[in-house]
T-cell receptor
Framework: KNQVEQSPQSLIILEGKNCTLQ??????????LRWYKQDTGRGPVSLTI?????NTKSNGRYTATLDADTKQSSLHITASQLSDSASYIC?????????????FGRGTQLTVWP | EADIYQTPRYLVIGTGKKITLECSQT?????MYWYQQDPGMELHLIHY???????EKGDLSSESTVSRIRTEHFPLTLESARPSHTSQYLC?????????????FGAGTRLSVL
């Protein structure tokens, strides 16, 4: 069964600190992995997307890594800001269909305190 | 900034009412999607469309229906709303090209059925 598991479920950090969110997946055949940021009451916004051959991708203070062999990804947030408070969702796409079906994790709820 | 719009943002209605959730995109994308998301849970695909006059059911069974008469418009209809339909509904679109097939999400409609 294609699944995406994220940890931790929730995380509280102080402003200015770094943090790392984890994602494990069993989706096969793998096409790409993306991290989305979802603010409360809003739709998800894409942060990074990585294909099989990409090990790391950065977007400002966000750096995502991918290990396709172990089927793991992480999202590292550097020098956190209050505006980073959101749910971070790991999404994996398969290449077994023309739709490019997406499999969503439940997200890690990050709260940044001043 | 994604050009995909959902209305209304919030809707509270009584049981048995017919409702239509609107979704429009101005990016000329062929593929459009509807997802359902409960608090703290992953997104579930309920409907998708490859283009005009194309609609398919997603992974999660839903009593809602959709139509795609125009490229930019993908409304979702509930003929008789029930409390079990209370959820957040997210619309997305993509151009479907390439391996990455990035989906852009609207802000969502939060539906409460009393």
């Amino acid at each position: 069964k294609n699944q995406v598991e994220q940890s931790p479920q929730s995380l509280i950090i102080l402003e200015g600190k770094n943090c790392t969110l984890q994602c494990n997946y069993t989706v096969s055949p793998f096409s790409n992995l993306r991290w989305y940021k979802q603010d409360t009451g809003r739709g998800p916004v894409s942060l990074t997307i990585m294909t099989f051959s990409e090990n790391t991708k950065s977007n400002g203070r966000y750096t995502a890594t991918l290990d396709a062999d172990t089927k793991q990804s992480s999202l590292h947030i550097t020098a956190s800001q209050l505006s980073d408070s959101a749910s971070y969702i790991c999404v994996v796409s398969d290449r077994g269909s023309t739709l490019g079906r997406l499999y969503f994790g439940r997200g890690t709820q990050l709260t940044v305190w001043p | 900034e994604a050009d995909i719009y959902q209305t209304p943002r919030y809707l509270v209605i009584g049981t048995g009412k017919k409702i239509t959730l609107e979704c429009s995109q101005t990016m000329g994308h062929d593929k459009m999607y509807w997802y359902q998301q409960d608090p703290g849970m992953e997104l579930h695909l309920i409907h998708y469309s490859y283009g005009v006059n194309s609609t398919e059911k997603g992974d999660l069974s839903s009593e809602s229906t959709v139509s795609r008469i125009r490229t930019e418009h993908f409304p979702l209809t509930l003929e008789s709303a029930r409390p079990s339909h209370t959820s957040q509904y997210l619309c997305a679109s993509s151009d479907g090209r390439g391996a990455k097939n990035i989906q852009y999400f609207g802000a969502g409609t939060r539906l409460s059925v009393l």
